[in-house]
């Protein structure tokens, strides 16, 4: 792969380069949280506390990660640095979150070439490097380099007992008929070569669902049992491949989304619903917005399904859950830090805000996170906690939105990583940052580029803000579903 630096340093970079004012060293904590939202695109920057683990990228180079914990819905996020060179000789881009499992993480860095790493909690942090295999010529497709773990949206992590880790994806094979797969594994050794092994698999449960069901697209993974080597591979708009990756030539089985999800017409899966394993059922939310043209105001609706992970295979339905809508909502001063929702005279706060993301909690499937703007292009967001049994907003937060490129982007996950830090980490970090924003709801920054200078100081100077318009707002309609 060609060499991607220098670094352009555009105005997406420099924000890169400025962590969030919140985050602490876990080990800070007067207990462990038991989850935590962690962004998914990493800060470029020096800091370092108890979680900070290294590792060698095989070219002279290191790379440090770094992670700063707060409890949702503030958003935790990961600090990248390379020790031994400047950081726009090493980063081509923020490093991405592919996956989550336990107490591990899956990391990709772009950089002259791509890769991959896996960030581990548990005991003292480490971070692994996995190397690329050793190809032969089968490995040589249409004259290129067969790609190993090639999509992150496909990649899942397992933990292994005694310590290590496989990486796994399941790949469309795109010279094959529907059903047909690539399963790729990749075994962590103690000698930190690893062992890769790759499988034509067929999985002809596909090939007996209804028409628009054969065609899977994984946009979500989920490891329903490290030492079975389950795993979910989950196409958010139509149904769940569930296989066993650790048991050779196991076709595995099929679970399809409930019918009102695989009935529907949606543009984006991952900006309306989210899956997850709560206490014990994996569930399923669903996000619906719609926009008065009139008004220029939103309404929308949640609603979730479950079923108990140790009975996936049966058949029985999915149970449906909660469902509100947003006119039953109640906001007031009760909702944690509710001064930081938008002021805008003569509206609802909350039905100018455009909805996405939602994202449930992991210790209540009840409570489920949601990305609000005024505007898809502000490069603020709000995170409001939505508790469905009781129909109000718990609390607000502030989420730097402005590395989306997209205006509403998959942006944050769930991640049990916090619960593993104890104090064999090492030295507890200095660092501690406050948990609670005073700030109100900025909008639009001006999009200037942000020039590379050799005065480090002009790299943080702040952006100016700009207020934004209701005219800009009216008629943007994300018709999400």
Request: charged letters at 25%; a negative charge; proline letters at 6%.
């Amino acid at each position: 792969m060609a060499t991607v630096f220098p670094y352009r340093w555009s105005r997406t970079e420099h924000l890169t380069l400025r962590p969030p004012s919140h985050g602490g060293d876990p080990l800070d904590a007067d207990e462990p949280l038991p989850w935590i939202l962690l962004d998914v695109r990493a800060y470029i920057a020096d800091r370092q506390n108890a979680t900070t683990a290294a590792a060698d990228l095989g070219n002279g180079h290191r790379i440090q990660i770094t992670i700063w914990t707060a409890p949702p819905p503030l958003v935790s996020y990961i600090c990248a640095w390379s020790p031994t060179t400047d950081p726009a000789r090493i980063f081509a881009k923020e490093i991405i979150v592919g996956c989550v499992n336990a107490d591990l993480v899956f990391l990709r860095l772009y950089s002259d070439q791509v890769y991959d790493l896996v960030y581990r909690a548990g005991g003292r942090p480490s971070l692994t490097l996995i190397r690329d295999p050793d190809l032969d010529p089968t490995d040589v497709v249409n004259g290129f380099p067969r790609e190993y773990l090639r999509s992150l949206d496909d990649v899942a992590l397992l933990r292994r007992a005694g310590g290590g880790f496989y990486a796994c994806s399941l790949d469309l094979d795109f010279n094959r008929l529907y059903g047909h797969y690539e399963l790729c594994l990749y075994e962590s050794t103690i000698d930190g070569d690893g062992k890769w092994s790759l499988e034509n698999l067929f999985l002809p449960h596909l090939l007996k669902a209804p028409r628009e069901m054969i065609v899977h697209f994984t946009n979500r993974v989920i490891t329903l049992d490290d030492g079975q080597g389950v795993v979910a591979f989950i196409d958010l708009k139509r149904g769940i491949n569930i296989c066993n990756v650790l048991a050779h030539g196991n076709p595995g089985s099929y679970l399809p989304l409930p019918p009102e999800l695989t009935n529907s017409r949606l543009s984006s899966s991952s900006l309306c619903r989210d899956i997850a394993i709560v206490n014990g059922l994996l569930t399923i939310v669903r996000l619906r917005t719609c926009l008065d043209p009139d008004t220029g105001c939103w309404s929308w609706d949640l609603s979730t399904w479950s079923k108990p992970v140790a009975h996936l295979d049966d058949n029985e339905d999915w149970q449906k859950g909660f469902m509100i809508v947003s006119s039953d909502i109640t906001v007031d001063a009760t909702s944690c830090n509710v001064e930081l929702l938008p002021k805008l005279e003569g509206c609802p706060a909350m039905t100018r805000l455009e909805l996405a993301h939602p994202t449930l909690s992991l210790t209540d499937a009840n409570v489920v996170y949601v990305m609000g703007k005024v505007d898809t292009s502000d490069e603020k967001a709000v995170v409001l906690t939505l508790d469905m049994a009781n129909k109000r907003v718990q609390r607000v937060s502030v989420y730097d939105a402005e590395r989306i490129i997209n205006d509403f982007d998959y942006a944050y996950t769930q991640s049990t990583i916090s619960q593993y830090f104890t104090t064999a980490a090492g030295v507890k970090g200095n660092l501690k940052r406050p948990l609670k924003f005073h700030m109100q709801y900025p909008h639009k920054r001006l999009g200037e580029t942000i020039s590379r200078s050799d005065n480090p100081m002009d790299l943080h100077e702040p952006l100016r803000l700009d207020a934004g318009s209701y005219d800009e707002t009216e008629g943007m309609d994300m018709d999400l579903e």
